[in-house]
């Protein structure tokens, strides 16, 4: 199957500051990316859908100036947390699939993740 | 948003047992899929079923959906201890993927 790749598989950063997260696709062309929060036991929560070439759609309640999200490539989508704070800390995850924007009938691909803690 | 909601929350069997695990969702779909996360990992795609499908097979899973009841479920036969996961179903509609709560198996050898 399709690999997506995500790094790093853990941070641990100071707050205030900024952590980035690159999830890249390497055998397959990820026309959508979408990135998810996971907190300890729980399901993800969607906090963002990407399209090549084109501004993230947030889901509501997630912040679009503290999670930057770029998708600047058919291979390579990054999350940016901003000016991180110890309540950001969780498990982000992000997946892709290829095919056209908006076409669903497809399964999604996932990278393995990045724990990320503030302190 | 969180559609799905899975029964029960975990599930503890012994090897070579069949595990099931059901998963309710809300409004229309185009299709439900399921998907396996282990500990600290990211997710693995297990099955598709699309809206118009009842039933489907792969290896020991067995995937069912009722859209007339909002419901499907996933059954693991003869279940071994490298099934031990969390198991995630996820419902397909809006041009996006909405996961339920999850299923926590154990498998005891």
Redesign the interface.
Known sequence: ?AV?S?HPSWVICKSGTSVKIECRSLDFQATTM?W?RQFP??????MA?SNEGSKATY??GVEKDKFLINHASLTLSTLTVTSAHPEDSS?Y?C?ARGGS??L??????????T?LSVL | ??QGEEDPQALSIQEGENATMNCSYKTSI??L?W?RQNS??????LI?I?SNEREKHSGRLRVTLDTSKKSSSLLITASRAADTASY?CAT??D????????T?VTVRA
């Open positions: 199957g997506v995500q979408f998810y036991k729980q399901s993800l929560m969607l859908t889901e509501q498990f995850i997946s924007p908006g669903l009938n497809e399964k999604l691909f996932f990278g393995s993740g724990q | 948003s969180q185009n299709n899929q998907y600290g990992r990211g997710l693995v795609h598709l699309r995630f397909a509609a041009y996006k993927l909405s996961f339920g709560a999850g926590t």
